[in-house]
């Protein structure tokens, strides 16, 4: 098993995948030459017929493997400029080329809307012949996916007309919400009584903090900060689901939820379902708060309460004692997980300095022309952040998994993304329960497992309850960073059952996921991903050693399937029925059980 270095290292390396940063030649010239072959790839395709037998369906096998590779670019650009503009917010060459790579991302949706065109008018009979080739046939999933979308979607002119005005308008207006949040500072006094200035990524480690009056003081300043903005934020916001509508409008869509099912291989059934079982087991988890509250001698749990920590568990970790923790635990699952993220540590692959400029957040993104990931957080040294870092090399090693699959078949949706990422995080979760030292510690370490349950199960069913209802009043008109506010409390408030005594007003505002243009409702695919990967976790604790290579299995099967058959084949499992959901639930259930009886 590879070994970790000493100490691993808080900041990442870049260098390797073009060197210069924001201001590398290299990676210019890799945009220029992706660039030019997406213009090949337009030309050729503009005067492509649909084959009409199995001998014509060959002379796209060029333009398959043309369109992978520029996926595959498409993504390793996007991720390089991920990270530059992650990593310093004020790198103002790097939101440059985040330009340019938005318009390329245009450009590869313009090519793809001209091929899909050509799977559209395959006649049936071709098509059932062209997907049974040999070298076709592993990727045909995909193709008749996009087949699909092509008959649900405009015209293709019409498709590439909107994917062109998307660039400055739709996808512009994601970035220019980047823009006001570069600018947010919350002002905060240390304990010696200087003021400073912090990144919201660093304010919203304050949230977190044991000290009440510490969480409240930077609450109070946080909200006010996104209250300073709000009314940039609610124009925004209201440009971006004014774009979305009125596509789905031209298309013939009336379902706002249609688009985001579609990205997610998931039918409205498992969605119900789901939110279903969620619903009927809420309120042991008010149970679960009201306790909380009691134990920090409080009568309700305000926004700010809600994530404390109970005790001081394990104080302080730094960033390399939780580079260790995580690779021991992910050994005794499974040692290519392990080996895995030892080498994630070794490369610097991960990005978790606590320092201004920063992007608040996390996030893990692929580099599939090279091969490796990167990882970025701010690391606080709580247990949360610690889990945070166990979360986000989930992610990485399911993309390591796919890394020689082809490059149609790596596109997993967001929802089973979440699934290998939760996944990791409950390994680490539930071995720090069991080693606690003591029935004290315990008893924090379980309610920081619960939390993930509490996260998932009301402040996510908020956001989809405010997302929905804000899309369905958007119909009708823009609304007013006050309407935002009240729609966002009143979401809280009816997701938390009553149980908090003050909410989030300005969520909307200070949540990046609202604004993300590429998968919309970046809400719900994470309370799947939480329930399937605890169902998996059942399922792997009754089976035991075993169950690794199963897990691996099921992962590289996420790009080529719906989530429907990929629980019929790998857990023997329908969705589209509360049974799996009700079997998941009862992994975080018997938690809170636990939790309320050592509490007693």
Partial sequence: MEQLKNPATPTWELESIFPGGSSSEAFRSFLDR??????????SLKQA????????????????????SSAARLIEADSFVGCLTAQDQH?????????KVTSLRAAFENVMTLFQNVLRKTEDAVWEVWMERADISPISFVLSEKRHAAKEKLAPELESLAAELAVEGYHGWSQHYDTIVAKVSVPFTEANGEIKQLSVGQAANKLDDPDRSVRDAAFAKWEEAWGNVADYCADTLNRLAGFRLKLYEKRGWHDVLKEPLEINRMSRQTLDAMWQVIEESKPIFVSYLERKAKLLGLEKLNWSDVDAPLGEATGKITYDQAAREIVKQFGKFSPKLADFAAQAFNKRWIEAEDRPGKRPGGFCTSLPVSKETRIFMTFGGTVSNMATLAHELGHAYHQYLMDELPQFNQDYAMNVAETAST?????????????AANEQEKISLLADKVQSGISFFMNIHARFLFETRFYDKRKQGMLDAAELCD?????????????????????????????????PFYNFPYTFGYMFSTGIYARAIREGAGFADKYDALLMDTGRMTVEELAAKHLNADLTKPDFWREAMSVVVDDVKLFLDLTK
């Fill in 34 to 43: 992706l660039g030019a072959d997406l213009s090949g790839l337009n030309e």
């Fill in 423 to 435: 996944f990791a995080e409950m390994i680490v979760a539930d071995a720090l329960v069991q080693n």
């Fill in 49 to 68: 017929a649909a084959p009409t037998n199995s001998e014509e369906t060959k002379a796209y096998d060029k333009i398959i493997a043309d369109l992978q």
């Fill in 91 to 99: 790198d103002k060459k790097a939101v440059q080329l985040a330009a």
């Fill in 487 to 519: 729609l966002m409390e009143e979401a809280q408030r009816e997701a938390y059952q009553g149980a908090l005594g003050g909410y989030h007003p300005h969520f909307w505002a200070s949540k990046l996921h609202f604004y993300i243009t590429d998968v």
